[in-house]
Nanobody, 124 residues
């Protein structure tokens, strides 16, 4: 049984930073796609970032609104995936979800495993 547990959310002022963590039990992220999604109140869940196995390493992808501000990475053992967030804006306020193991169709499509979410609130 794979479980993903997010942590690191909280309340931060605009311009501040947070680092989210996603710890996997039951399997590691090594060799599989890991991703972060978010859902703001009244909105659909949206893709934020993904780290995808590729020949020779891993490739990272971001939604346009977070490029240059967010960084997705993994620890050496690939048991934990991180989302480092800088220059946070009020529009980044959402519940952030970790996801693992793409179901196919690309890194913005479905995932097999999801965490329970962690709240990020950015005040203006």
């Amino acid at each position: 049984q794979v479980q993903l547990v997010e942590s690191g959310g909280g309340l931060v002022q605009a311009g501040g930073s947070l680092r989210l963590s996603c710890a996997a039990s039951g399997r590691a992220f090594n060799g599989v796609t890991g991703a972060w999604w978010r859902q703001a109140p009244g909105k659909e869940r949206e893709f934020v970032a993904a780290i995808v196995p590729s020949e020779g390493g891993r490739s990272t992808y971001y939604t346009d609104s977070v490029k240059g501000r967010f960084t997705i990475s993994g620890d050496n053992a690939w048991n934990t995936v991180y989302l480092q967030m800088y220059s946070l804006k009020p529009e980044d306020t959402a519940v952030y979800y970790c996801a693992a193991v793409s179901l196919g169709g690309g890194y913005t499509a479905g995932y097999q495993y999801w965490g329970q979410g962690t709240q990020v609130t950015v005040s203006s």
